[in-house]
């Protein structure tokens, strides 16, 4: 928001000429008026994908497919990441045809291995171990994996508020939330992945921010008032020392992390 004012005079100067300001304004209500709609999952989707790479598996590496695609969907919401930042699909069929079980014979396969399954090492092979308990009766194969789905389930996300278990290594247990650590005296929550942060007491509180004016349509200043041309006065930008860095510290505390 830093250089939205500047911004906003500039478009207004060049829209004022040709009358277009008000279409602006109604084509902008018309987007804010859209809702975002969470991403359902697909348990078949996997099926998509390894048609789309042309990957060639056995039923076995069907199953171990499948229960990844579920374990990858569940830790990206999870972590509110993307399931390409979680597991790319390349590395994904990997895993499926090398069915590693132990982290050497996974780092072996992933090389170099994304930064978010170095914490959640444990936690896929724990997927990957339960999928081939899962290919041990014929009729998991047979399916196609839906006995992996459901073992599977348990990396959905918690919905009873309960605490993550953690365990030794402050990796994540099978089936379990993220842990939260918590920052004594804030009562903000550290993320495990920012283990570089180095507490320094009591940080004070941030100051609160002025709520902005509200504009209605029928005031605002994208619609042109009459006697209101393209010669009107446009604010420069402001200077960046307007908007002074916090510091990495103030910043993960006020993000809750």
């Not at 478009?11 to 304004?25: F, I, M, N, T, Y």
């Not at 042309?54 to 399931?83: F, G």
Request: charged share 15%; with cysteine; aromatic share 6%.
């Amino acid at each position: 928001t830093h250089y939205l004012p500047y911004i906003f005079d500039r478009l207004k100067a060049e829209l004022a000429p040709s009358g277009r300001c008000l279409a602006v304004w109604q084509r902008s209500v018309e987007l804010c008026r859209q809702v975002y709609k969470v991403p359902q999952f697909d348990p078949e989707g996997y099926a998509t994908m390894v048609r789309r790479q042309n990957a060639q598996l056995n039923p076995q590496q069907m199953v171990i497919c499948r229960a990844l695609y579920a374990w990858r969907d569940a830790v990206a919401r999870e972590e509110d990441e993307s399931t390409a930042y979680v597991l790319p699909n390349q590395q994904l069929l990997r895993l499926a045809m090398g069915m590693p079980q132990t982290p050497e014979q996974l780092h072996a396969i992933c090389h170099p291995l994304p930064p978010l399954l170095h914490f959640k090492a444990t936690s896929l092979l724990s997927a990957i171990g339960n999928a081939l308990a899962e290919t041990a009766s014929p009729s998991a194969v047979d399916s196609g994996g839906e006995a992996a789905s459901a073992s599977c389930g348990a990396f959905r996300g918690r919905s009873d508020g309960a605490q993550p278990a953690v365990t030794a290594g402050n990796t994540y247990a099978p089936g379990v939330c993220a842990p939260a650590l918590s920052i004594a005296g804030t009562g903000a929550v550290l993320h495990p992945m920012q283990p570089s942060l180095q507490l320094q007491g009591v940080l004070p509180p941030l100051p609160p921010e002025p709520a902005p004016a509200v504009v209605g349509i029928g005031a605002s200043p994208m619609v042109p008032t009459a006697g209101q041309g393209a010669e009107q006065q446009v604010r420069y930008p402001p200077a960046p020392t307007r908007s002074p860095p916090l510091p990495p510290e103030q910043i993960y505390v006020a993000a809750g992390w």
